[in-house]
């Protein structure tokens, strides 16, 4: 891609793990009542027929790094497992109580925080107690996030018995000093033994979480970076984009100054010489931030359409309702989103007066639900189409005006009613989204 469209692409957008994205959600109209009806509707649609989703947020970590943008709470106290726990379970006790019928699970992701922050038997207990009130579906992907530095081999094992075969592992970068300015010094070792392990073990599919334009990152650190992960052949990489968000609470004191991080240009080239190298490495680009070999079960999903996106990332399998447990966790009921408490204090709270621990949402219109389609298609496979949905391009203008903009930079091609992303598109597949998206 030449310097000019560079610049000209280059603005920021949202990652669109949801759509609308959480600051354009219409808290104000959003009712409780609504989302517990838009439930109950999408679990009688989806229960038998595909199952439900689960994701599980286990907020804890014992060390602060300095880059994080996820929700957690920095702990050594270990105390603070088993309570957590309990209110997972009495939270899904509630969801359970509602729908009136056993759940069909078909997929559960473990996130944070750090999943593997809590011992081995208290997931056992997690685990056990949400199938106390739920059935597996008959073909079923349960994963989880490992922190390299404290997953143990009993952590692997465990979870391989109650039948996990995908786990994730955050690496981020190689490089000392990135890692000293980020706080979480990681060496290589550290990351080789829980990948060998989960291999040995039987995981069908590991993967490696990296991030360019990380404080003081070159090159050559991405090359390292990704050089070292070839030699340990994870199934999967996620390569994020560095999201810069020094106003979430409690980052602590940073080993890094805003001037340290790489931007514009040079990011884009960071990125630009880690994809290039990924792909000399077999590596195949199955999404936004996602690449897989050809053996992993994304790839095929890919290719033959079938690839879904939900909060939890990318995965094989389609359902319609994903229930989130946990503290900060999103719940997608495919006509709603809800989300929970942020606050772990209050989230027990509300478990303890007997309330589902939602403290906001947005309910989606019909406008919503076709954008949102779109976006999907374009994340999962490059390219969308609108047959059914023309009356409303031709109604909203803007949307093919920006696209034709986008086609004569060589971003996408227009057929009549449907476009496709480029390979010089798909660095910029945020910005094609954005066209679509009519709240920004
Ligand atoms: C919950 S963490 C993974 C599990 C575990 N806590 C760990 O750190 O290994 C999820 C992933 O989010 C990504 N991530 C977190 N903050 C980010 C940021 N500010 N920009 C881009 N990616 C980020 C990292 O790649 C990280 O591995
Ligand atoms: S990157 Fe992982 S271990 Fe580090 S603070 Fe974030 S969630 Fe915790």
């Not at 969801?95 to 809590?118: A, D, M, Q, S, V």
């Amino acid at each position: 891609m030449k310097t000019a469209l560079i610049q000209k692409y280059n603005v920021p957008g949202p990652r669109y793990t949801s759509y609308p994205t959480v600051p354009y959600w219409n808290e104000p109209a959003f009712l409780y009542d609504n989302w517990l009806d838009s439930l109950k509707k999408s679990f009688r649609e989806s229960n038998t027929e595909e199952g439900i989703s689960l994701y599980i947020h286990l907020p804890f970590c014992e060390s602060m790094c300095t880059f994080c943008g996820c929700n957690k709470r920095i702990t050594k106290n270990h105390n603070v497992e088993h309570p957590y726990i309990e209110a997972v379970l009495k939270e899904w006790s509630l969801y359970c109580k509602l729908l009136n019928e056993r759940p069909i699970i078909k997929e559960i992701h473990l996130g944070g925080g750090t999943p593997t922050f809590f011992s081995p038997k208290n997931l056992e207990d997690l685990i056990n107690g949400i199938f106390s009130y739920a059935n597996r579906a008959e073909h079923y992907e349960f994963s989880f996030e490992g922190h390299p530095n404290n997953t143990t081999h009993e952590h692997l094992q465990k979870l391989y018995d109650l039948d996990f075969r995908r786990v994730s592992f955050g690496v981020q970068d190689y490089s000392p000093v990135v890692q000293k300015a980020i706080h979480r010094e990681q060496p290589f070792h550290n990351v080789a033994k829980v990948s060998l392990w989960a291999k040995e073990i039987g995981y069908t599919s590991i993967s490696h979480d990296i991030i360019y334009g990380l404080p003081f990152q070159t090159a050559d650190d991405v090359i390292d970076t990704i050089e070292k992960t070839k030699s340990l052949q994870p199934d999967r990489l996620a390569f994020y984009s560095y999201a810069h968000v020094p106003w979430i609470k409690g980052n602590g004191q940073r080993g890094f100054k805003d001037e340290d991080i790489p931007k514009d240009e040079e990011k884009r080239l960071l990125y630009q010489i880690g994809k290039e190298l990924l792909l000399k490495n077999g590596y195949h680009e199955i999404g936004m931030d996602h690449f897989a070999l050809k053996t992993d079960s994304l790839y095929d999903s890919f290719k033959s359409g079938n690839l879904h996106r939900n909060f939890m990332g990318y995965s094989s399998s389609k359902t319609k309702l994903m229930i989130g447990l946990g503290v900060s966790s999103i719940s997608d009921s495919w006509y709603s989103f809800a989300q929970n408490e942020k606050n772990i204090e209050d989230y027990y709270q509300l478990l303890e007066w007997n309330k589902l621990p939602i403290f906001r949402g947005h309910s989606l219109t019909n406008e919503d639900l076709i954008i949102r389609k779109h976006i999907l298609n374009l994340m999962c496979q490059f390219e969308t189409s609108w047959d059914d949905d023309s009356s409303y391009f031709t109604e909203i203008p803007e949307i093919l005006v920006q696209l034709r903009e986008m086609e004569k930079d060589g971003l996408v091609t227009i057929q009549s009613n449907s476009i496709q992303v480029t390979d010089t598109g798909k660095p910029s597949v945020r910005n094609i989204y954005m066209a679509f998206d009519l709240l920004l």
